[in-house]
């Protein structure tokens, strides 16, 4: 009931649809580009082990994200073997491929990033 009630006097609006993932995992690759428009980002790779009870094994699940802005500090800080946690909103793509097929992706694209640990290497470099 409260909330309802605080809701109608909010002077923002309520936002009904939206899609975002947090993942927390072990950075992999990292490749700073620019596209053809001259926009620079950065797309990166996230290792994230779940263990799958019918195989009684660890599985590792890839996850590609996209980056923006901060690409100052993710140059410097953002190296394979960390440990992060990103917040991301998920966006959807299109594109055709080579052979004239439209062909839909999901990005994950970096709303706010945190290094929970740094690679053993960078880490020992740090602590100097």
Sequence with gaps: MLRSFTRTFSATAAKSDYARAQ??????RVDFRES??????????????????????????????MAFHGLERLEKALRPGALV????SIKES????????KQ??????????????????QAEEASE
Excluded: C, M
């Design 23 to 28: 993942i927390l995992g072990t950075v992999g």
């Design 36 to 65: 053809p428009s001259g926009t620079r980002y950065v797309r990166y790779s996230i290792a994230v082990n779940r263990y799958n009870k019918e195989k009684e094994q660890e599985v590792t699940y890839w996850h590609s994200v």
């Design 85 to 88: 946690h990103v917040d991301a």
């Design 94 to 101: 299109e594109y055709t491929d080579s052979n004239g097929e």
């Design 104 to 121: 839909y992706s999901t990005l994950l694209v970096q709303d706010r990033l945190d290094i929970l640990r740094f690679p053993k290497k």
